[in-house]
């Protein structure tokens, strides 16, 4: 597509539920990342993919967060056993190249109660 | 302390006013700089970059500045118009390998009629 997809664009967890959040990159962008904004903070990076391969996931916390990008399929970000401070909007977005302009997706919010 | 620091944290100016948004950076020295735009409830736009060794760059109504020697940028919004309501981010990305920009916590614009 032309415009980086996320679903959904809402989501609402239970403290200790699993959550799962997608993104559908623009068409030919080979390159995806993943950030977190808390309370319109800044953005906060967690992870790339270059294809389906991890590019940098310095910014993943080593526990409970997991992402992947599979041929064919939209890529995901998944946290288990959410936390109250997991509640934050996520965002994707794709690039051609690694250091080129990044398109972002219109976020999915995570509440987490 | 955050690498990119904006200032104002937000701002209302009527209808037709201009406005300078300001972003501070110890980032240096680095590839490329951005401002977004970030209308509430979507992600950010990318609307000027800025390589080091650029000056200003303008975007239709808005004009962006760099001065390398003091580590600032300016963002200025001529002839404001409501639609210009949105949260300004001033983005910076490391030259080299690592192609995780550094994000700032933006600047709130409320543009009133």
């Known amino acids: 597509g032309e415009e980086v997809a996320q679903t959904p664009k809402h989501l609402v967890r239970g403290e200790g539920q699993k959550a799962k959040l997608y993104c559908a990159p623009i068409?030919?962008?080979?390159?995806v990342f993943w950030y977190q904004q808390v309370l319109k903070n800044e953005f906060k990076f967690l992870i790339s993919?270059?294809?389906?391969?991890?590019?940098?996931e310095t910014g993943m916390p080593k526990e409970r967060f997991s992402a992947k990008c599979l041929p064919n399929s939209p890529c995901s970000l998944e946290i288990q056993a959410t936390k109250l401070e997991d509640s934050a909007v996520y965002f994707c977005a794709s690039s051609v190249l690694a250091g080129n302009e990044q398109f972002f997706g219109p976020g999915t919010r995570l509440t987490v109660l | 302390k955050n690498q990119v620091e904006q200032s104002p944290q937000s701002l209302i100016i009527l209808e037709g006013k201009n406005c300078t948004l300001q972003c501070n950076y110890t980032v240096s020295p680095f590839s490329n700089l951005r401002w977004y735009k970030q209308d509430t409830g979507r992600g950010p736009v990318s609307l000027t970059i800025m390589t080091f060794s650029e000056n200003t760059k303008s975007n239709g109504r808005y004009t962006a500045t760099l001065d390398a020697d003091t580590k600032q940028s300016s963002l200025h919004i001529t002839a404001s118009q409501l639609s210009d309501s949105a949260s300004y981010i001033c983005?910076?990305?490391?030259?080299?390998?690592?192609?995780?920009?550094?994000f700032g916590r933006g600047t709130s614009l409320i543009v009133h009629p």
């Open positions: 993919f270059q294809n389906e391969n991890v590019f940098d």
């Open positions: 983005v910076v990305s490391l030259p080299g390998g690592s192609y995780i920009p550094t």
């Open positions: 068409k030919g962008h080979s390159y």
